[in-house]
């Protein structure tokens, strides 16, 4: 498999959205390679996790976020689920499965309906190991042009994830307690 030619299939190498997912995407992998390295005696996938790493975000383009060169139709929370589909559809179920679960630190089914989310009703939360150190790098890196490659904080996540609630947070912390919080090596930019 190689996920900058799948993510070439659906994104224009010369545009905004390609250069700022790969970048995203880049710097997230390089983290979770580090926290897979880690935590190397729970047996990570190390391979999964980079190619995973690299299209968990593949279904942006499905949505709309302006900012990021997406002009979708979906709201942004959908980008997950699309990108399940986008996977799927390519023959990488479980990659498929790391899309979807790796929206903030999961979203629940009880999530879904509390707060009437435009999303399948179906629990969306990472399960295996290799799906929560993708989701735990993800939120040290954000797609904004002016942060790309910027590594947030802890304190920062956590008080992002507040909003969501107690839980959430707590979920994180409890990531950050089992991962650590391993210093990366960013590459310059996209391929």
């Known amino acids: 498999m190689e996920p900058l030619a799948i993510i070439r299939k659906y ?17 997230v992998a390089q983290k979770a390679l580090a926290v897979a390295e880690r935590v190397a005696y729970l047996g ?15 279904g942006i383009f499905l949505t709309d976020a302006p900012e990021l060169g997406c002009f979708g139709e979906k709201p942004y929370v ?33 999530d879904i309906e509390k707060e009437n989310l435009p999303l399948p009703l179906r629990e969306m939360v990472p399960v295996s190991i290799e799906e929560q150190i993708v989701c735990f790098a993800d939120k040290f890196f954000s797609k ?9 904080s802890p304190a920062e996540i956590s008080r992002a994830l507040a909003r969501f609630g107690a839980e959430k947070v707590r979920r994180f912390e409890e990531w950050l307690r089992l991962f650590g919080n391993p210093p990366v090596s960013l590459p310059a930019g996209p391929e």
């Open 11 to 27: 994104y224009d190498p010369e545009s905004k959205a390609y250069r700022l997912l790969v970048g995203h995407s880049e710097a």
């Open 44 to 58: 990570p996938d190390r391979q999964f996790i980079r190619e995973a790493a690299l299209l968990h975000d593949i």
């Open 78 to 110: 959908c980008h997950g689920y699309l990108g399940r589909e986008i996977l799927e559809r390519e023959g990488f179920p479980r990659h498929a499965l790391v899309c979807e679960r790796h929206v903030g630190v999961g979203i629940t089914r009880a």
């Open 144 to 152: 904004d042009e002016g942060r790309l490659g910027r590594e947030k």
